[in-house]
């Protein structure tokens, strides 16, 4: 879906496969020589990766500024500490493409859906389901340096469903299907599902479908916006993996 | 007052004093410098520098492990990722000893506080006021990790005032005299107070003095506990600064 996507854009796409037996020198040696080829604006390591492969040290092996992933510590860091540190540069982050570092594309879809929806997200009440680093964390993060005010609620939370009843925006990211009702929600409530969870359905060919972290069906009447699943942020995410590419040759190319 | 804590406890210490008119390249010099020498195990750079030098190029050159001060960004990442990443070791958030990277020194102390007058962090409701890289954003990661469940407040927050209201513990770190008043806290809030603002007191030798964030003595009777300024947090800090340091000694004595 990610090759097909590069090809449509006009994004030169190349993947390496590996057997389950790869040894961490080999990943680490491929990384090295995409790092240093300058026709290279993008590496992607493709998660899970085998379980004797300690993951953090393929991805951390990435050079930052091919990171497209934004999963990098140092871009991690860049989206804590960018907007408000002494000494560092005000950003932007009404224009995402402006930013100089990357974000994980999850989230920054996330944020993306919001802005050409036409909601207005600040100094609304976000409240963001699931503290994960792949999205609950960085999305909060982009809420917050958005101006919204962000709560977090995790498994460790006592009445999630009133935290949530609070929100203009919520954000589920939590991985439970169908998690959020109805009576979770405040009437007109803007929601964006980031779950994909695989429930048993029986009358199915693939006796199985996804849905998300939220009732959609029972939600839908009591939102004003809600993203399906699948459907809603899946395509956002690869849609801001290609700017992260496209942002990446921009910027080696000083343009 | 840190030099002095050093001897107190038994730490070697020793200052670098520059003018004003030092270069960029002399501070980076001292800091690789210091990087080398084996018995140096915390480095600390005393902001705020001279405006024309590079603040972060400055406190990022230092090494991650020799950096007490918990603010290069390697050190921010591993706060942000540190517990839910794939891959990574799960770290024990009660005993911050046992984190093997640098926190920052006041947002530590805040947790020290709270978990050394034995308040229950878990499953709360922590409201943060301010969202600073020095205090605000490292102080909400720290009480998630806790399982708190966090609200981030600042200045483009609508209504502060009953988003605070909501708290079982109230971090207050914006730099606004007096800001927090007793109507805004729920009856037996606990409150750790990290503003030091100096305001004007004819009265006084000194013209003037240093009160919090919090107005305490209209506080005091609605909260369970709170921290008066100056003695509360400030101490705490430079506390947290030398257990740093001897975490840092220790884990390069491998004990």
Redesign the interface.
């Known amino acids: 879906m990610k090759k097909k996507a590069c090809k449509e854009v006009g994004i030169d796409s190349f993947g390496f496969d590996y057997p389950e037996d790869v040894t961490q020198e080999e990943l680490l040696a491929k990384v090295a020589e995409l790092n240093a080829d300058p026709k290279v604006h993008g590496i992607l390591v493709q998660?899970?990766?085998p379980s004797h492969i300690?993951?953090?040290a393929v991805t951390s092996a990435v050079h930052p500024d091919k990171d497209v992933d934004g999963l990098h510590?140092?871009n991690?860091?860049?989206?804590?500490?960018a907007q408000?540190?002494?000494?560092?540069v005000k950003m932007n982050w009404k224009e995402l493409s402006s930013i100089p570092f990357h974000i994980a594309c999850t989230p920054q879809g996330c944020i993306e859906l919001l802005d050409r929806s036409g909601v207005d997200i600040?100094?609304?009440?976000a409240v963001i389901i699931g503290?994960?680093?792949?999205v609950g964390?960085p999305v909060s993060?982009l809420l917050?340096h958005r101006?919204a005010?962000?709560?977090?609620?995790?498994s460790?939370?006592?009445d999630a469903k009133s935290?949530v009843q609070?929100a203009d925006i919520v954000v589920a990211a939590v991985g439970r299907a169908h998690m959020v009702k109805a009576d979770w929600l405040k009437e007109g409530a803007v929601v964006i599902d980031v779950g994909i969870n695989s429930v048993d359905a029986p009358d199915t060919k693939k006796g199985y479908r996804l849905v998300g972290d939220v009732d959609f069906k029972e939600c839908e009447g009591k939102c004003s916006k809600i993203t399906p699943v699948p459907g809603g942020v899946g395509p956002m995410t690869i849609a801001m993996l290609l700017r992260n590419t496209v942002n990446s040759a921009k910027r080696v190319a000083g343009i």
């Open positions: 998660l899970p990766l300690v993951e953090n510590p140092v991690c860091a860049k989206l804590v500490t408000t540190h002494g000494g560092s600040e100094g609304k009440r503290r994960s680093n792949l964390m993060l917050n101006n005010t962000i709560t977090i609620v995790h460790r939370t006592a935290v609070e």
